[in-house]
């Protein structure tokens, strides 16, 4: 029975089939599919057959991902809806074959060899491209795995931090086995691994605005895997600045987005969101928490976006913010524009250089100095002498749940409005939250009300830390 495979033919050799990228043919083994193709395309034949009607020696043929001079040559057998590829290589036997890939790349990147969008051409263009991961987190961890196996040529990382316990419940790219490792080592490892043909690059530096032009300098695309607003404004100006495209995604407990920023006519970040939140509204993943698999998502639509620039194919988000909702389980495109008047793209841009992005988000502002603070070696001294006062937790109930200080009375920030009353003015009041932010901003609501409210700096952590270690960290 004669069976039914397509055979794709490299760019080179299409101008000899018509510009065909692939032709059907019937046959029962590969032999017969050559002649088949032979039979229907005389250029073709000319090419690739001696004047004996012998296949010529810089020529490989491969049945889905197998060399057939690994089978039994042109006597191997082909299945319904095998790929037969034809690969002109260097004569000779080198491993590296015309097209610029060796045999063990032809057979990693099989699958997407086979897709026209992708073909030879992106693959090769996906091995000379390079890309910058900022950051080796949950982002960075789907993004960096899925390049790398992609077959990026060069993977630059930036990163700092130490693998810790509470990273591994969505920082894929990390073991156990790593926790108090660097991540940049970690992630070379694990990256190494998976793909040895990408040339991994740790940059083992906190970004600045000193540094991050240099760095920005040696790659194509870069990718925003950043948790905080400084680093994430840092990041798209060097972007503007620099002329490279932002593959940009943000997480927060449930919900994601993703976009493409800093290209030559789309909008930025900033064209989006021209300032930051005031310090404190937002609360970062480490105080609101994230589900472990939402990173997963959006990182690896940041992977497919950088792709898809460095391929040049598809439509890249682009000018769209794509948002993500994982408890809904919707997605929403929104339409962003350019910002002509954007600080940093616009017409007339006020921002030339990089600048402070800690005092541009309001982190170096001088928390509110009128609010009394207290230690938790005092506050634990003021317990034991069973001093008089409330302790007032304003986290959240699962956060309570998790870890309390005996006695406090649990009222959550966003309820303090609404339910102060329920707290004694005569009382004195020492507020507490996670790390000493919230409850700060309670204070300072509680003193505008008339009460005499006092902060207990570093919060249920450093109570954690320094005074009771059975309090669990989260
Ligand atoms: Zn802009």
């Known amino acids: 029975m004669k069976m039914s495979v397509q055979v794709k033919l490299p760019t080179a050799l299409r101008p000899f089939a018509d510009g065909q990228e692939s032709v059907k043919v019937e046959g029962k083994t590969a032999g017969d599919a050559l002649d088949a193709l032979f039979a229907k395309n005389e250029g073709l034949k000319k090419q690739l057959l001696t004047p004996e009607g012998k296949l010529r020696n810089f020529v490989n043929v491969f049945i889905n991902e197998d060399d057939i001079r690994d089978l039994k040559g042109l006597a191997t057998p082909i299945k319904d809806g095998d790929t037969v590829l034809i690969v002109p290589a260097i004569a000779g036997g080198s491993t590296a074959t015309e097209t610029g890939l060796s045999k063990e790349e032809l057979q990693r990147y099989h699958r997407h060899l086979i897709m026209p969008e992708v073909g030879m051409e992106g693959q090769k263009k996906l091995k000379n491209s390079s890309v910058l991961c900022v950051g080796a987190g949950g982002l960075g961890s789907p993004l960096a795995l899925y390049l790398t196996a992609a077959g990026v040529g060069r993977l630059g990382i930036v990163d700092f931090d130490v693998v810790d316990h509470s990273n591994l419940q969505r920082q894929i790219l990390h073991s156990t086995e790593s926790v108090g490792k660097s991540k940049l080592v970690s992630a070379k490892e694990r990256l190494n691994a998976l793909n040895p043909n990408v040339e991994v690059i740790p940059h083992d530096v906190r970004l600045t605005s000193q540094n991050a032009l240099a760095l920005f300098k040696d790659y194509d695309v870069i990718a925003d895997g950043t948790d905080n607003f400084p680093t994430r404004y840092l990041v798209n100006d060097?972007?503007?600045?620099?002329?490279?495209?932002?593959?940009?995604?943000?997480?927060?407990?449930?919900?994601?987005?993703?976009?493409?920023?800093?290209?030559?006519?789309?909008?930025?970040?900033?064209?989006?969101?021209?300032?930051?939140?005031?310090?404190?509204?937002?609360?970062?993943?480490?105080?609101?928490?994230?589900?472990?698999?939402?990173?997963?998502?959006?990182?690896?639509?940041?992977?497919?976006?950088?792709?898809?620039?460095?391929?040049?194919?598809?439509?890249?988000?682009?000018?769209?913010?794509?948002?993500?909702?994982?408890?809904?389980?919707?997605?929403?495109t929104l339409k962003i524009k350019k910002n002509p008047d954007c600080p940093v793209c616009g017409k007339n841009p006020t921002i030339k250089q990089l600048i402070d992005y800690e005092a541009f988000c309001g982190l170096k502002e001088k928390p509110v100095s009128t609010i009394p603070e207290i230690s938790v070696e005092d506050l634990k001294a003021k317990l034991d002498k069973k001093e008089k006062f409330v302790l007032l937790d304003v986290r959240e109930p699962h956060e309570y749940e998790i870890a309390k200080i005996p006695g406090s009375k649990l009222i959550p920030l966003g309820e303090l409005d609404k339910r102060f009353g329920e707290l004694d003015k005569g009382q004195k009041l020492i507020v507490h939250c996670k790390m000493g932010g919230r409850s700060a901003r309670a204070c300072q609501f509680l003193a505008s009300k008339g009460y005499d409210a006092t902060n207990v700096t570093g919060g249920i952590h450093a109570w954690s830390e320094r005074i009771d270690p059975s309090v669990p960290q989260y």
Do not use: H
């Open 238 to 332: 060097a972007c503007v600045l620099a002329g490279k495209p932002n593959a940009y995604g943000s997480i927060f407990r449930f919900e994601g987005q993703a976009s493409v920023f800093s290209t030559q006519d789309g909008p930025c970040y900033r064209c989006l969101y021209p300032e930051p939140p005031p310090p404190g509204l937002v609360p970062s993943c480490a105080e609101g928490g994230v589900l472990g698999v939402l990173p997963g998502v959006i990182g690896t639509i940041q992977a497919i976006e950088t792709i898809k620039l460095i391929a040049g194919i598809g439509k890249p988000l682009i000018g769209r913010l794509l948002l993500f909702d994982a408890l809904a389980m919707e997605w929403r």
